[in-house]
């Protein structure tokens, strides 16, 4: 399982979901998980980025269809609980707890960044 300096993930487990810590960078040149970062505070967060510009909600809903798509929940399973114009922000996937947080551990533990335009891993 991937650990962070203090062995603490950037999501919890609940029993209708997972609540996922994000910082966002948008316009970063691609879709993709970049793995997990440590605030100043002490606090994990997953290291995403997205092609959209943060306009209009454009770089939040990629952001959400990112990690629908790398979990394998419904898109409609996915929402923006906090930080609509921060970097960083709170995820909710609604759905099996124990088996989103296994889809991202085996992401991180893959190394994964995400398909391109052509399928392929980046």
């Known amino acids: 399982m991937p650990q962070t300096e203090g062995n603490e993930l950037p ?6 979901g997972v609540t996922i810590s994000v910082r ?3 316009k970063g ?6 793995g997990i970062g440590e605030l100043s505070d002490g606090r994990s967060v997953l290291l995403a980025r997205v092609r959209s ?8 809903q990629a952001l959400l269809k990112l ?12 929402d923006l609980v906090s930080g609509h114009t921060s970097r960083l922000k709170t995820v909710r ?3 099996e707890g124990s088996g989103i947080a296994e889809a991202l551990t085996a992401l991180l533990a893959a190394g994964s ?3 391109n335009k052509r399928g392929k891993k980046a």
């Open 11 to 16: 999501w919890r487990i609940d029993n209708d």
């Open 24 to 26: 966002l960078t948008p």
């Open 29 to 34: 040149g691609r879709d993709a998980i970049d």
């Open 53 to 60: 510009v943060p306009e209009d909600g454009a770089a939040n």
């Open 67 to 78: 990690l629908a798509k790398a979990t394998g929940v419904p898109a409609s399973a996915a």
């Open 93 to 95: 996937l609604a759905g």
């Open 113 to 115: 960044r995400g398909p």
